[in-house]
């Protein structure tokens, strides 16, 4: 095992690597959100033995899932030798395992998982008050964390309104833009430029994360 292990996440995702029973991360495009949590999931998987669950509320294939952007994050941390990357999971040699699944049509699955350490929620905006209502009591493992990432797309989505409005106890909630992401690519640069220029309002919400 690799001690000298080293990531690259920017000071808001520093908390993560604290315990919160849940972590949310919300904001506009180009922050680098999945690329920093598909770095420390990795890293938390490869230190031990840990059960993820990468879930989104409508998944129909894995093609759907984050299973390509942790396999990339993978390949860039150089741990591609202790990572089984399968066509539906990813297991580490130490056990630790990244299962994907959607929320609204396998919750039944989900609810009978055992010992989940870790679930990473994506594009959680789109996630219903029924599918929190049923995933949240359903990962009870001790220490267990919720992640969830998203660009709000309106003040009253149930996880904008969950998560950041009135956050649960024990959370951490980081609001996240491209003036955050010290990799902010130039071809988006001037994709966030032109639209600043244009349409305002529709740059406070892509750009921004404006709901």
């Not at 029924?130 to 709000?152: C, V």
């Not at 959370?171 to 305002?200: G, Q, T």
Request: proline content about 5%.
């Amino acid at each position: 095992m690799k001690s000298d292990l080293r990531i690259q996440v920017t000071e808001k995702f520093e908390p993560f690597l604290r315990p919160n029973r849940y972590k949310i991360c919300h904001g506009g495009r180009g922050g680098g959100k999945s690329w920093a949590i598909a770095q420390l999931l990795v890293l938390q998987a490869y230190k031990e033995r840990t059960r993820i669950l990468c879930a989104r509320e409508i998944q129909k294939s894995v093609q759907d899932s984050v299973l390509q952007l942790l396999a990339d994050t993978i390949e860039r941390m150089k741990l591609s030798a202790f990572f089984d990357i399968q066509k539906t999971q990813i297991i580490g040699n130490n056990g630790s395992r990244f299962s994907f699944e959607g929320l609204r049509s396998n919750i039944s699955k989900i609810k009978s998982m055992e010992g989940i350490n870790r679930v990473w929620v994506e594009e959680a905006e789109k996630v219903t008050s029924s599918s929190w209502d049923t995933l949240i009591p359903t990962i009870r493992a001790p220490g267990s964390e919720i992640w969830i990432s998203f660009n709000a797309q309106d003040l009253l989505d149930p996880t904008y309104q969950r998560f950041v409005v009135s956050p649960p106890k024990d959370s951490y909630v980081c609001r996240v833009n491209f003036s955050d992401n010290p990799w902010f690519p130039p071809e988006l640069e001037k994709e966030r430029l032109h639209l600043k220029k244009f349409d305002k309002a529709l740059y406070r919400h892509i750009w921004m994360g404006e709901p």
